[in-house]
Nanobody, 126 residues
């Protein structure tokens, strides 16, 4: 089994920055997994934010966060990060980490990901 634990969320003002972390563990976890971040705002469906290749050398972002958010990973630490800059009130959501053991590079589809964390709340005030 694989466990994903997110941290780093909090309450910030518009224009501030936050860095989220996702620590992966478990007997079957491998640094070869594609990893991603999703988010879910109240009353809305969970949406894709960013994904990263298992090597860390390739990334893909939702248009809504492109240029403001950066996904990265440290395979030696089994940790994925999401650096969020220039935060906006519309970024307010629960942020989830996800892992796909079947691919080297993820997609924007929730269905592709087998493992999910419990989420961390990010609230951006105006």
């Amino acid at each position: 089994q694989v466990q994903l634990v997110e941290s780093g969320g909090g309450l910030v003002q518009a224009g501030d920055s936050l860095r989220l972390s996702c620590a992966a563990s478990g007997r079957t976890f491998s640094s070869s997994y594609a990893m991603a971040w999703f988010r879910q705002a109240p009353g809305k469906e969970r949406e894709f934010v960013a994904t990263i290749h298992r090597s860390g050398g390739r990334t893909y972002y939702a248009d809504s966060v492109k240029g403001r958010f950066t996904i990265s990973r440290d395979n030696a630490k089994n940790t994925v990060y999401l650096q969020m800059n220039s935060l906006k009130p519309e970024d307010t959501a629960v942020y989830y980490c996800a892992a796909d053991p079947s691919s080297s590079f993820g997609s924007s589809s929730r269905a592709q990901y087998l493992y999910w964390g419990q989420g961390t709340q990010v609230t951006v005030s105006s």
